[in-house]
């Protein structure tokens, strides 16, 4: 039996899940998390972030995640299991994040003290003690400067996978050069959260994997290579600062010194991290085109693998690279579980007396339609919020408990559109996929079956299974991804919930009208 090693470096947390595997039983054997604001006071973070002043800016301390790196092996090496079994560990973090690096790096990585903690042997090789995450909105003026300097939106999607958004490491890398030219200066390699994590563990700077290069804005889609218009557009001499890319899931090293002196590790392979999405894409079970998965929390988001990187023309949806080496779209609406419980506590509705009067109440809403923009909205954008009603009066309350849940399922089969896959499963995930109710309407307007999946840490168990791939192909015995998937993230058979093909088609004639009536209503906004 060997053992598999996935982390998850998200905003708040380090979560590792272990897994134990042979050809034929795979089980997860230690599964644990640290949560960055009470392990680690010291760095005065909220929720992972470090309190500012404004509302648009954020950074996080990048040591902070050094730590808690150390921190989980510490953890995993008073177990009690048999580490010397460790095949290979590979990670997941926190998209877009990016950390600054100075030329000491190179060789000081190379030569950390087993006798000493990470930290502060690692703080000497910043050339930036801050880290801008994927929460920060602080770049407007650079995203059009980018957008301006290559040739407009349309060429950077179509390029990149994504126009440019404020999150989106370029963007964040302009602001840095333009801000602070001498720390520019001395930067002398910048990763992303996830290829800095691994190039702790393998004591030298790691490539990046296309999964999470795609989401600097930096990397040309199909070639898998930095795109040089975007890159010089960025800053001066990025190009010398940015780790090549490499492969998918490919082997990136093996863990270094540091971590067989400090806590008895064997030469264990390092496969190459990358983003939270595209490891949740495996962690719940996404290894071939024609599944979705939707996830309904805070925010709802939809994605799913593509064979060919196609494109969203009309600029909110992003294309990433997938760690099975295919493509991954995704599309994220941010009125999620907030506009449903907004209907249901304005009618003092349980969530029981919720789904029976979507039990009761006819598909289609007599034609009615909501447009459930309670907070501003990310797809499609909408700056200033405000719900809007066609047909629906305010004090309706079947009418508004029903439109709301349909509104959303057709926004996301709408704006999934352009994935341009053939949808016959979806899997549904997060808080709001308990309510069978709601995912009847699902299926019925996406004309797909349903299943439920229960997962959490699907981005960690995502990396461990990305270890497990990784590490047999490396052997010379490459694994199937539905081999790979197979045993952890099967769909359980009894909860599909199949389309009914009447809805269906009061659906099918709805998605037009619930289109024409977003585009009213973006027109007056
Ligand atoms: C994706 C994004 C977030 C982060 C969260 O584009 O910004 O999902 O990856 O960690």
């Known amino acids: 039996m060997s053992l598999y090693l996935g982390l998850d470096s998200s905003t708040q947390s380090l979560t590792a899940i272990l897994l134990e595997a042979d050809d034929r039983h795979r089980r997860v054997v230690f599964e644990s998390s640290i949560s960055f604001d009470e392990a680690f006071p010291k760095y005065g973070t909220r929720h992972g972030v470090l309190p500012n002043a404004d509302q648009v800016t954020a950074v996080s301390p990048p040591l902070l995640w050094v730590d808690a790196l150390e921190s989980m092996f510490d953890r995993l090496s008073k177990t009690g299991l048999d580490l010397t079994h460790l095949a290979a560990v590979s990670g997941s973090a926190q998209q877009h994040g990016s950390v600054y690096l100075n030329a000491t790096a190179r060789s000081g990585l190379a030569s950390l003290d087993p006798a000493r903690p990470l930290a502060e042997q690692i703080a000497p090789m910043l050339s930036r003690a801050v880290s801008p995450i994927w929460m920060d909105s602080s770049t407007s003026a650079e995203c059009a400067e980018i957008e301006a300097a290559v040739g407009g939106d349309r060429a950077l999607a179509q390029h990149t996978g994504s126009r440019a958004f404020e999150r989106f490491t370029a963007a964040q890398i302009r602001k840095f050069a333009k801000q602070d030219a001498g720390g520019y200066a001395s930067t002398d390699r910048i990763h992303l959260v996830s290829s800095f994590l691994a190039s702790l563990l393998t004591g030298a700077h790691a490539p990046m994997d296309p999964g999470d290069g795609s989401g600097m804005n930096l990397m040309d889609l199909a070639a898998c290579q930095w795109w040089a218009p975007a890159v010089d557009s960025t800053a001066p001499g990025l190009g010398a600062k940015l780790p090549p890319v490499t492969r998918a899931s490919s082997v990136v090293g093996t863990l270094s010194s540091y971590w067989q ?256 009536c977003e585009r009213q209503a973006l027109a007056h906004a």
């Open 261 to 516: 002196k400090r806590f008895g590790l064997p030469a264990a392979r390092v496969i190459a991290w990358s983003g939270d999405n595209p490891c949740s894409l495996v962690g719940v079970g996404l290894v071939r085109e024609g599944r979705l998965a939707i996830s309904l929390g805070t925010s709802d988001t939809v994605f799913g693998l593509m064979r060919e990187p196609r494109v969203d023309k009309t600029g909110t949806g992003h294309v990433f690279g997938s760690p099975t080496g295919d493509y991954m779209g995704l599309t994220c609406f941010k009125n999620g579980s907030l506009a449903r419980e907004k209907i249901r506590d304005q009618f003092g509705l349980s969530w029981q007396s919720f789904s029976e009067i979507l039990r009761r109440t006819p598909a289609g809403n007599g034609g009615r339609i909501m447009l459930p923009w309670f907070e501003p909205e990310i797809t499609p954008t909408v700056l200033d919020p405000g719900v809007r009603r066609f047909g629906l009066s305010e004090n309706d309350v079947d009418g508004n408990v029903r439109g709301v849940i349909e509104a959303q399922q057709l926004a996301m089969a709408l704006h999934s559109r352009w994935m341009d896959v053939e949808v016959d499963s979806i899997h549904a995930t997060g808080g709001a996929a308990a309510n069978r109710d709601i995912l009847q309407v699902m299926a019925d307007v996406f004309g797909a079956v349903v299943y439920q999946l229960q997962v959490g840490n699907s981005a960690a168990l995502g990396a461990a299974l990305m270890a497990l791939h990784g590490s047999a192909t490396a052997e010379g015995r490459p694994m199937a991804w539905d081999d790979v998937i197979s045993q952890f993230v099967e769909p359980m058979a009894e909860s599909a919930l199949n389309p009914d093909p009447r809805n269906r088609a009061v659906y099918a004639d709805l998605i037009g009208k619930y289109a024409d």
